[in-house]
């Protein structure tokens, strides 16, 4: 009886070691099993994630590297033809230097919004009398004033230097700037809004008058960058992208007969109705246009 007694405990022991062991392998198993699992999880949200991303159209690799070689293009022929404008003013060529000024500013005027994000390098180059101190205002609109309304190139040397200094300073910092998705949709809806505000007015070349230079030009600059974004913009909204298309195609139709030569007419030769006509085709591009971003995601 005692040896019975005795061998249960055994009996008792083996079994809770054959539980033991039997538990330990299935924690084994489920420890096993758990990476596994994980590593699919982790798998499947990755490529959600890629999905997600290609979804949004968060990268825009191939349109801001193109972007990034017009700015550079623009800027290097800016930089080329300020310095002849520059040169005729310091050689006190008072015609020449009137004649070269709105050529030089068109190439300005399509990366505006490159200009704009480095920090004082656009008041530099492109403010107008009152948008900064009377001491600090310097740039092309300056030189204009001397020019046209003045009738001189006198005392405008130092202006004259620096504006090609600031011209060679942006062409040096555009190298490194950051340039995204985002900075070239909002660009191309601020130079439309650069349009709205004080070329379609007169306001911005108020001695010249030769603001459909401008004009022309920051109309092309958002024409630029829409082109580049166009195909993603399509794949996300084809109507949109068709509106788009269609009204760049009205307004530049409408601004064609102002064209003269290689250049434009002065502005004082527009009636009130071509005025009205060009605010209307250019409000109706600014409203589609403003919606891109929102579309592509950026």
Known sequence: MLKKIL???AVVLATS????????NEAATDKAEIPAAQSENQASTETTDAADQEATGSDYTTAVDGYRAFA????DEFVKQTEKFTDAVKAGDLETAKSLYAPARMYYERIEPVAE????????IDARDGDVEAADWRGFHRIEKALWEDKTTEGMTDFADTLLS???????????????ASLMVTGAVELLNEVSSSKVTGEEER????????????????????????????AKDKDLNQQIADRFDALEKELAPFKDGDGYVSYEKLKDEDVKKLSQNLDALAEPLSNMGQVLGV
């Open 117 to 124: 994000a480095l920090g004082d390098l656009d008041p530099n």
């Open 166 to 180: 600031d011209a060679k300073l942006l062409r040096a910092k555009v190298e490194t700037m950051d340039i995204d």
């Open 7 to 9: 061998a249960l405990p």
């Open 17 to 24: 070691v054959l539980l033991a062991a039997c538990g330990n």
């Open 72 to 75: 550079i293009e623009q800027i």
């Open 207 to 234: 001695y010249s008058h030769t603001d459909l230079y401008d004009f022309a030009a920051n109309v092309e600059g958002a024409r630029e960058i829409y082109n580049l974004l166009k195909d993603d913009l399509a």
